[in-house]
């Protein structure tokens, strides 16, 4: 009997390490948003990005297993202004049509009192810097319109230097100081769902001949 049961825990000990992984949670657009905010003047203006996509390995049960994977599309960005927009868009700024892409890689994801530290590399004009993201852990459950589906809300915030990534136009003002911000101000605010695999449609065999 001790030898079944020393047996049978081995057997759990090698089976449920196998068993126990991240699973993939894919960025739901439509409930997402990647917002950024920068001095101009005296005040602030914020904008976002309206394509994005991209996936994050995460369980619950051992978040700092979690990776992400993001990519936007740097010519989506809006500000809800459309000559401002098209500037962002030019060779003074984002420079879209070169670098058409923004994306985001996680290196190292550590639990912290408030949720997650994400920590990755940041591609962005041609330049890859690390940054830290600040993440929240806004919960997790079974998705209300996916049968045996799950979502995922995270909210996550950092700045970033843009002269870090060579955007460096400003102007200088006669009265002193520059018109734009150096600092940028992210905040993304993701869903996420893991949805079942869709069973396979099985193949339709030929049709038989009559003759």
């Known amino acids: 009997m001790l030898r079944r049961v020393a047996a049978l825990s081995l057997a759990a ?3 449920l390490p196998a068993m126990a992984h991240a699973a993939s949670w894919k960025i739901d657009p439509n409930h997402s948003s990647t917002r950024f905010e920068i001095r101009h003047l005296f005040s602030k203006v914020q904008g976002d990005f309206t394509q994005f996509s991209g ?3 995460y369980d619950p049960a ?6 992400v994977e993001t990519k936007i599309i740097a010519s989506s960005i809006n500000t809800n202004n459309e000559h401002r927009d098209a500037d962002l868009k030019s060779e003074n700024f984002f420079d879209v049509t070169k670098y058409p892409e923004i994306s985001f890689t996680s290196t ?26 600040d ?30 990534f060579g955007i460096t136009w400003n ?41």
């Not at 996916?146 to 700045?159: D, E, L, P």
């Not at 003002?173 to 069973?199: F, R, W």
């Open 135 to 164: 993440v929240e852990i806004l919960g997790t459950g079974p998705h209300p319109m996916i049968k045996g589906g799950q979502v995922a809300g995270f909210s996550a915030r950092t700045k970033i230097n843009r002269k870090d």
């Open 108 to 133: 190292k994801v550590e639990t912290v009192e408030k949720g997650l530290k994400v920590t990755g590399d940041l591609t962005m004009h041609g330049v890859t810097k690390p940054v830290v993201l």
């Open 13 to 15: 000990f090698l089976i």
């Open 171 to 211: 102007k200088t003002l006669d009265s002193g100081g520059t018109l734009l911000g150096d600092d940028v101000d992210i905040t993304l605010n993701i869903e996420a769902v893991n949805a079942p695999p869709k069973p396979e449609t099985p193949a339709t065999p030929p049709a038989k001949s009559g003759n």
């Open 55 to 57: 996936t994050v390995e």
């Open 62 to 67: 051992n978040p700092a297993a979690s990776k």
